[in-house]
């Protein structure tokens, strides 16, 4: 079986951990990554797949937040590219990051029904 994951990853002190979504086998394995980088004021995608996340270096923790069919993975590649990476005019207008960026996606998907909205709470209450 396949699961959508949220990943959280260690980054230098003191920025907080980088959160991504990932869809992969529940016993860690190979898994497709969907994710923004960049400077908060300017982030892109960078999703990627084939990547064994759970065995990173910056891997922190993870959290299983629904079961995958096709469908489902279809919706999570269609939200996670149309959900607008964080954008801010300069430094001091910053008012989103990667995190905030997967909630959004997440939201996207609780209505499409992926993700329930226990789950998001609970992913929400880690900020």
């Known amino acids: 079986h396949r699961y959508l994951w949220l990943i959280r ?24 990554i969907y994710q923004v980088k960049g400077d908060a004021f300017a982030m892109h995608y960078s999703h990627t797949t084939d990547v064994e996340i759970f065995n990173s270096n910056c891997f922190q923790d993870c959290y299983q937040l629904a079961k995958m069919d096709a469908a489902g993975e279809a919706w999570v590649d269609y939200y996670a590219n149309i959900e607008v990476p964080p954008f801010a005019a300069n430094q001091e207008t910053v008012a989103e990051n990667c995190q905030d960026w997967t909630i959004r ?4 998907l609780q209505s ?10 609970e992913v929400e209450s880690l900020l």
């Open 9 to 32: 990853q260690k980054q230098p002190y003191p920025q907080p951990f980088h959160w991504s979504l990932a869809i992969g086998p529940e016993n860690g394995g190979r898994c497709t």
């Open 105 to 108: 996606v997440l939201r996207a």
């Open 112 to 121: 499409s029904e992926i993700v329930s909205l226990q789950r998001i709470r």
